[in-house]
């Protein structure tokens, strides 16, 4: 079964406007990523998120961690027509050693 | 720097039909080994990983085997592939130890028809 899943499933924005796409999850964890995967191909680490932390930045990416609610965000600042693709968070879960746990992801498409 | 390589990028088999899809890395030493299966329009399924050569663990019961015949290669097999067994196969890599993240290979579309 899925530990994370996203929302929304599909999302259509326009150039320069934000884009913020939220992960949930079930279990406790030891760290939450998010991927980036453009249509057939492999995925792309973006962030790494730790369990004691809140809140971490990577250029136009944002990623906030609430372990109290189970749930995680991404906002990428500023979109651009080139962020056009699929995004996944994956969990790292307590005692799991470093296998990730892949959510069903977030369809992001910027328009010019 | 560390490279990971996977092949074919696509594959039509037919049904009954035997799979061998190949991953390997470069660059590293010991490294975690995963492959994974992204049905269309999904998420991905961990189908196998492993710690080190021979250490096979299997997520999933299923028509697959995987084996690890050196430390940096990791094979997916099948003897009778199944039509269920379509999807986009991706092979993985991440550090021995410690939290990381992964590194993916571009993965096979395989068919089976």
């Known amino acids: 079964s899925q530990q994370g899943e996203e929302d929304p499933q599909a999302l259509s924005i326009q150039e320069g406007e934000n884009a913020t796409m939220n992960c949930s999850y079930k279990?406790?964890?030891?760290?939450l990523q998010w991927y980036r995967q453009n249509s057939g191909r492999g995925l792309v680490h973006l962030i790494l998120?730790?369990?004691?932390?809140r809140e971490k930045h990577s250029g136009r990416l944002r990623v906030t961690l609430d372990t109290s609610k189970k749930s995680s965000s991404l906002l990428i600042t500023a979109s651009r027509a080139a962020d056009t693709a699929s995004y996944f968070c994956?969990?790292?879960?307590?005692?799991?050693?470093?296998?990730?746990?892949f959510g069903t992801g977030t369809q992001l498409k910027v328009e010019l | 720097s560390q490279t990971i390589h996977q092949w074919p990028a696509t594959l039509v088999q037919p049904v009954g039909s035997p799979l061998s899809l190949e991953c390997t890395v470069e660059?590293?030493?010991?490294?975690?080994l995963y492959w994974y299966r992204q049905a269309a329009g999904r998420g991905l399924q961990l189908l196998f990983y492993?710690?080190?050569?021979?250490?096979i663990s299997s997520e999933v019961p299923q028509n697959l085997s995987a084996s690890r015949p050196q430390d940096r290669q990791f094979i997916l097999s099948s003897k009778k592939l199944l039509l269920s067994d379509s999807g986009f196969y991706l092979c993985?890599?991440?550090?021995?130890?410690?939290?990381?993240?992964?590194?993916f290979g571009s993965g096979t579309r395989l068919t089976v028809v």
């Open positions: 492993s710690v080190g050569i021979g250490q």
């Open positions: 994956a969990t790292s879960i307590t005692g799991g050693g470093n296998k990730l746990t």
């Open positions: 660059g590293t030493s010991n490294p975690n």
């Open positions: 998120i730790r369990s004691n932390e």
């Open positions: 279990t406790s964890i030891n760290n």
């Open positions: 993985a890599w991440s550090k021995e130890r410690g939290i990381g993240g992964y590194t």
